[in-house]
């Protein structure tokens, strides 16, 4: 089933198709599987995207929408899902389909492993971050109030779509914001990709090779996932920069996006480390450059410290009350479980409320 619309990501036990006008083969992966009934599921805007895939199915196809957003990205929404595929009489021979960003494949993902203890589910990407990153590694989940995805599943999606024309509706910003994601994966790459985002960093974001992109950070993320499923050791590679994003979500009360918050987290690991002696001040002025090249937010004004701890604490990458961090010791060169001294990790803090001083840059 591949064109030179595709690109197969082939290093996962389930296919991973990168591409434009991927509705024959959503329709051909959903004949073969011979399910009975299909719903699809899909955040309210991207509906014309999940219609126009709908249209395309040899089922008759429902499709229900839901307002989401990081904010609904929560139980009660999830409930609001299952008993929407109850009413429709969805069983275990229903095979579900969902659309949307990265909180659509978390949620969605998340009711298809709970309802009637698991549904079949086909996740298409319509975000640069649900494409690179949420979409593939098999991390389903929900938010509580004590912090992001505390409440989840690991389950394996029996497909993935990255539905690269789907990103001509994606506004700007988020289009910008998921490049901190593409970012982190070429840093624990190496200089190729890394240079490659350089290169293209002058382009207008609109005329960037996407499928090209994509497919290459979908890529490195496929094969550290595939090296580690249950993430035992090296899959912690992936979240570099995350331990803080997600302090930075949580403080900010999400009104920082994923990807805003995983540039500042990948500025603050970059401290981090440079503070611990572990990085040079010229690979951290690479990494700052490109990120202010690309435009990403480097830091935020408006959190609090205490919050950005709070919130750090709770994440679940804390281990018996130890903060452990995935620190850059250079570009392609990333370790993991690194313990830092609670000084050194509130001055990086301290530091990324504030933009980068001419020291920092020099
Ligand atoms: N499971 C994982 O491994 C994993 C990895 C990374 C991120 N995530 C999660 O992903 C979420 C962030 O993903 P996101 O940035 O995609 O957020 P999102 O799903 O909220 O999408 C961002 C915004 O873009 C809109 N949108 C998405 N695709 C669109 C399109 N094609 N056209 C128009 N609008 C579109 C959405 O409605 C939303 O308003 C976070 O909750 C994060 O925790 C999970
Ligand atoms: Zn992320």
């Known amino acids: 089933m591949s064109s030179k619309n595709e690109t197969l990501i082939s290093s996962l036990p389930y296919p991973v198709v990168v591409g434009t006008e991927l509705e024959n083969e959503l329709a051909i992966l959903v004949q073969q599987r011979d399910a009975r009934r ?69 949620l969605f993902g998340f009711a298809a492993a709970t309802y009637m203890r698991g549904v079949p589910f086909i996740n298409i990407a319509t975000s640069v971050v649900a494409m690179v990153d949420a979409a593939i590694g098999g991390k389903t989940g929900v938010d509580l109030t004590a912090g992001k995805n505390l409440a989840g599943a690991f389950r394996d999606p029996v497909a993935v779509f990255a539905a690269i024309d789907t990103l001509e509706t994606l506004p700007l910003a988020q289009l910008r914001e998921g490049l901190g994601e593409v970012v982190k994966h070429a840093v624990i790459e190496g200089d190729e990709a890394f240079a490659r985002l350089e290169e293209l960093a002058s382009l207008p974001l609109r005329a960037w090779p996407w499928q090209e992109i994509v497919a290459e950070s979908m890529r490195i993320k496929a094969m550290i996932v595939n090296d580690d499923r249950l993430e035992a050791g090296q899959r912690e590679l992936l979240n570099l920069g995350h331990t803080f994003a997600h302090g930075l979500e949580y403080a900010s009360d999400y009104r920082l ?106």
Do not use: W
């Open 38 to 106: 299909v719903v699809m599921l899909c955040d309210r805007r991207v509906q014309q995207h999940a219609c126009r895939f709908a249209v395309a199915l040899p089922n008759k196809t429902v499709v229900l929408s839901f307002a989401l957003g990081e904010k609904r990205k929560h139980l009660r929404t999830v409930e609001t899902v299952l008993d929407a595929l109850a009413e429709q009489g969805a069983d275990r021979d229903t095979l579900l389909i969902g659309v949307g960003g990265g909180v659509a494949g978390d």
């Open 257 to 362: 996006s994923h990807g805003a918050a995983v540039a500042i987290g990948l500025r603050a690991a970059g401290l981090l480390a440079l503070r611990c002696g572990r990085f040079s001040e010229e690979e951290h002025l690479r990494l700052l450059a490109l990120l202010a090249l690309l435009q990403l937010p480097l830091f935020d004004e408006q959190v609090h410290v205490e919050r950005v701890l709070e919130g750090m604490a709770a994440d679940k990458k804390a281990r018996a009350g130890t903060l452990r961090f995935v620190l850059p010791r250079a570009i392609g060169d990333v370790e993991y479980g690194v313990t830092a001294s609670a000084r050194l990790v509130r001055g990086v803090i301290e530091q990324v409320t504030r933009p980068p001083s001419s020291r920092e840059l020099r």
